[in-house]
């Protein structure tokens, strides 16, 4: 069973707001993700992590920020929501075999 | 160029029938892992099944396996007898050089399993 768990599982913020999204896992993973994902549609890589210390920018730029001071915590930050950013958040941590996923953050901007 | 294809983007099936979701991949690392995912409406990742590069036989658990042709580079998922609660996206994905590569997913398949 997967122990990754994403906060706020819904969110609606207005323009401007400053928001982090929250993703923890307790599977000792070190490899830590964060995808950008339309209704119905593919997985986009936005940022990924190693370990402590590491992050990396994925396949699709984003105005989002990550950080990662502790291995379970990989938090995502947007230092001001824009409508453009409405849509769902999905985390994930991996070992060798294995890849989970937190429920997802769907996040509306108004 | 894709690296993950599926070219199947909806896909129905009768109640109880089984159900193949097509997924080739490209990649020239040696070691790459393959992976499925379902995703329901309400938006999670449901990780299902996982097959490794030099795994010698197809992965399976309960009623998903996976059909691995390393040489034609396919995995194709199969579901057995087929339930109302399989409908939903099917997103194949791999994993190039060990565990400390990316994830990258195909667009997806939509399956609709008619009762």
């Known amino acids: 069973e997967a122990d990754i768990y994403q906060t706020p599982r819904y969110l609606v913020i207005g323009t401007g707001k400053k928001i982090t999204l929250e993703c923890s896992q307790t599977?000792?993973?070190?490899?830590m993700y964060w995808y950008q994902q339309d209704p119905g549609m593919e997985l986009h890589l936005i940022h990924y992590?190693?370990?402590?210390?590491?992050?990396e920018k994925g396949d699709l730029s984003s105005e989002s920020t990550v950080s990662r001071i502790r291995t379970e915590h990989f938090p995502l930050t947007l230092e001001s929501a824009r409508p453009s950013h409405t849509s769902q958040y999905l985390c994930a941590s991996s070992d060798y075999s294995e890849a989970f996923f937190g429920q997802g953050t769907r996040l509306t901007v108004v | 160029a894709q690296k993950i294809t599926q070219t199947q983007p909806g896909m129905f099936v009768q109640e109880k029938e089984a159900v193949t979701l097509d997924c080739t991949y490209d990649t020239s690392d040696p070691s790459y892992g393959l992976f499925w995912y379902k995703q329901p409406s309400s938006g999670e990742m449901i990780f299902l099944i996982y097959q490794g590069s030099y795994d010698q036989q197809n992965a399976t658990e309960g009623r998903y396996s996976l059909n691995f042709q390393k040489a034609r580079k396919s995995a194709n998922l199969v579901i057995s007898a087929s339930q109302l609660g399989d409908s939903a996206m099917y997103f194949c994905a791999m994993r190039e050089g060990g565990s400390q590569g990316n994830l990258i997913f195909g667009k997806g398949t939509k399956l609709s399993v008619k009762p």
């Open positions: 599977m000792g993973h070190d490899k």
């Open positions: 992590s190693y370990g402590v210390n590491s992050t």
